[in-house]
Every structure is written in C-alpha cells, then in structure tokens.
C-alpha cells in the first residue's frame, strides 16, 4: 500500500512542477505591464496636453526621446546617448531628471517599445 501512496504523490509532484514550467500559475509578467499601462494610458488619454504645457517651460532640461528595447536602463540609455564622451552624472541625478520629463512613468519600470524622453548633458572636458 506504501508503494502505490509514493507513486500517487510522485505523480502528483511531477505533475505540478510540469504545469509551473510550461504555463505557470502566475501570469505572464510583460503582459500584466501592459494592460496596467494600457488602463492608464485610458485614464489619461484626455489631458495630455494639459500636463504638457505646465512642464515645458519649468523644465529646460534638453532631452531625446528614445524608443526604449528589452533590457535597457535609464542610465544605460543616458550613457549610450552620449556615446565615447566621459560621462559621470550620478545615477540619481539621471533618474529624477527621467522622472521630471516623464512625470507618470517610474525609472525602474520602463516598457519594451515605449517611447520615452531621455536627458541630454552637456559633458565638459576636465580641468588639468
């Protein structure tokens, strides 16, 4: 009877770490992102405008808009824009400079294939 009970729960065992390999019990994460972003984007499709035209004039911060790929950061992109310059801003000055021209998106949650605007800075040469 022992024998039969093991094989029932190996079964079962196997079983289940089958399932959470191939189709998971939690959804698939990039797609969860994405109808968040796409309810949010609902709820704020009217007043784009709006939010734009306070943050133009406060913010002279020059920019580029970059359409973000898998696996790219904030930093990463800041320093890719500025290519062989020496680039030593601080991360957090990066970041909440990313935060003032996107005022509704958080740095650490950047979607593949948005468009996002990236600041640009003007790299001195150092002091010898």
Do not use: C, W
Not at 32 to 39: F, I, K, L
Not at 62 to 72: A, H, K, M, R, S
Request: glycine share 6%.
């Amino acid at each position: 009877m022992r024998p039969i009970i093991l094989l029932v729960i190996l079964i079962i065992v196997i079983v289940s770490v089958r399932i959470d390999l191939t189709s998971g019990t939690i959804p698939f994460q990039q797609s969860a992102g994405m109808e968040e972003t796409g309810e949010m984007n609902d709820k704020y499709s009217d007043p784009p405008e709006e939010l734009e035209e306070p943050e133009e004039p406060s913010s002279p911060l020059p920019y580029q808009e970059v359409i973000v790929e898998p696996g790219q950061t904030v930093y990463g992109v800041v320093q890719r824009l500025h290519g062989e310059e020496l680039f030593n801003i601080p991360l957090h000055e990066v970041l909440e400079d990313f935060e003032a021209l996107n005022p509704d998106i958080s740095p650490h949650h950047l979607l593949a294939g948005e468009t996002y605007k990236f600041p640009l800075y003007e790299t001195e040469p150092p002091n010898s």
